[in-house]
């Protein structure tokens, strides 16, 4: 299948702290409207950590006096999910399609097809053996899933997502607009969940079964992997598998005007939010 644009633009990343980096994400959407052309990005968490919660996640499931203690901000998505601890070793992905693309697929969950095909060919390239998830496995997963597990994105199993060993290694999220559709995606170097347990709400007895449970789940690039590779060496790889299966090639380009005042725009709505207490 061709991908029905063969130039896909290249994106820089943005100054890595999550208010600008979420608000880059709404403005690769709004460029669909003036573009109407594919674009990917990468990027890395910055120094200081910072907890993101999914868009309808409560502030009750946050300890907001460990977030203070620790100097870790606190901030909400536009996607849904819980959850995600933004530390150095964190990599992630945006990519925007328009509606219109052959890529885009009406259903929710069909539509990360795709993505996992390619993110586990990336991964074969540096020897990791993955598998994906089906739908009807991901259902069965979230009818069962521990509600304490799930306050943490990485904790549940979402369609097409790639696991090593049945251990989730890199996850996706995605925002739906009249403009397009916005993947996102991440995954680990080093996993952080004993500190990402400090900051969720529980009793100190459930944070032990919490973090016992939650490596059950999930892996990390320097578990699966020999030598890691880096972001770098993902988006090459990356770039390669898509042009082989869709006949895309990835070029360079710089934020246009109207999407530089649309991340502008978004930093509002990803500003840090107010600890309480």
């Known amino acids: 299948m061709g991908s029905g644009s063969v130039i896909w633009r290249l994106l ?19 460029g669909l409207k003036e573009t109407n052309c594919p674009a990917i990005r990468w990027y890395a968490a910055g120094s200081r950590p910072a907890l993101v919660i999914g868009s309808g996640q409560k502030l009750s499931d946050v300890d907001h006096t460990a977030l203070r203690q620790q100097g870790v901000t606190l901030h909400r998505r ?4 819980t959850a995600v601890l933004f530390v150095p070793g964190l990599l992630m992905q945006d990519i925007a ?16 097809r795709w993505l996992g095909d390619v993110w586990q060919a990336t991964l074969a390239q540096f020897g990791i053996h993955t598998s994906l998830i ?11 899933l521990d509600p304490l597990i799930a306050r943490a994105c990485f904790g549940g199993q979402s369609p097409y997502e790639v696991l090593v060993a049945g251990r989730k290694l890199v996850g996706f999220a995605q925002i739906r607009r009249r403009e397009g559709v916005l993947f996102q995606v991440g995954l680990y170097t080093h996993w952080p969940g004993r500190q990402l347990a400090t900051l969720l709400a529980m009793a100190e007895a459930e944070r032990t079964i919490f973090g016992e449970r939650l490596a059950d789940r999930v892996t990390d690039l320097v578990t699966v992997c020999e030598s890691p590779p880096d972001i770098h060496q993902i988006a090459a790889a990356f770039a390669i598998v898509l042009r082989q299966r869709y006949e895309v090639s990835i070029t360079a380009a710089d934020w246009t005007e109207a999407e530089r005042e649309a991340m502008i725009a978004a930093q509002v709505r990803f500003a840090s939010l107010r600890l309480e207490g």
């Open 12 to 30: 820089p990343p943005a100054q890595g702290d999550p208010t600008t980096e979420l608000a880059a994400g709404a403005a690769m959407l709004a």
């Open 78 to 81: 536009s996607s849904g999910g």
């Open 97 to 112: 399609l328009p509606l219109e693309h052959p890529l885009y697929h009406p259903d929710v969950s069909e539509s990360y």
């Open 134 to 144: 089906d739908i009807a496995a991901a259902r069965a997963d979230r009818q069962t």
